[in-house]
């Protein structure tokens, strides 16, 4: 069975930092692209980043390149999102999604909140 | 980006009636390898979203048959033959053609 499963979401002041992390199982990590969405609070979804299966590619969204980083660990079939200058506008859950253009499997998500 | 336009955004439907969802891109969703790719995803009340259908028409694993897509090019649909109680969410459809992905508002659906 597929899990996805996030953690390391929180509380931050605005201009803070987090590590997101997504743990997954079930299948081999390895061949798949990867990807963090978020949803804000009663809002719609939006994508954030992607990165290709040994790491040598990542694409993120405008808004958020510079401030966030997506990065992976093979080896430990990790999926991380590093967030920077944190704005109360990231406040979100934070999804781990396999695949880009079908995107078949979704974790439950890690609640950042951004907030002074 | 690709924008994604869904209608109605509010859907209120009669427990064993049909309901009907629009989507509709600002481009063509068919990607180089020919394929047309968007998906449909539910999201009930708390929970993270579930594709439904992905590359317009295909249902996923255990995806009841009462849901289907159509569609091509630029205009979509989502449908669901008889709507169940369970059925109550928000529905959305994403595009995964060009980069960056992008989902359509949303379509809330509840029952009369």
């Known amino acids: 069975e597929v899990q996805l499963v996030e953690s390391g979401g929180g509380l931050v002041q605005p201009g803070g930092s987090l590590r997101l992390s997504c743990a997954a199982s079930g299948f081999t990590f390895s061949n798949y692209w990867m990807s963090w969405v978020r949803q804000a609070p009663g809002k719609g979804l939006e994508w954030v980043a992607s990165?290709?299966?040994?790491?040598?590619?990542?694409n993120y969204v405008d808004s958020m390149e510079g401030r966030f980083t997506i990065s992976r660990d093979n080896a430990k079939n990790l999926l991380y999102l590093q967030m920077n200058s944190l704005r109360a506008e990231d406040t979100a859950v934070y999804y781990c999604?396999?695949?880009?253009?079908?995107?078949?499997?979704w974790g439950q998500g890690t609640l950042v909140t951004v907030s002074s | 980006d690709v924008v994604m336009t869904q209608s109605p955004l509010s859907l209120p439907v009669t427990l064993g009636q049909p309901a009907s969802i629009s989507c509709r891109s600002s481009q063509s969703l068919v990607y180089s390898d020919g394929n047309t790719y968007l998906n449909w995803f539910q999201q009930r009340p708390g929970q993270s979203p579930r594709r439904l259908i992905y590359k317009v028409s295909n249902r996923d694993s255990g995806v009841p048959d009462r849901f289907s897509g159509s569609g091509s090019g630029t205009d979509f649909t989502l449908k669901i033959s008889r709507v169940e109680a369970e059925d109550v969410g928000v529905y959305y459809c994403?595009?995964?053609?060009?980069?960056?992905?992008?989902f359509g508002q949303g379509t809330k659906v509840e029952i009369k």
């Open positions: 999604a396999r695949a880009v253009r079908i995107s078949d499997y």
């Open positions: 990165i290709k299966q040994d790491g040598s590619d990542k």
């Open positions: 994403m595009q995964g053609a060009q980069w960056p992905p992008t």
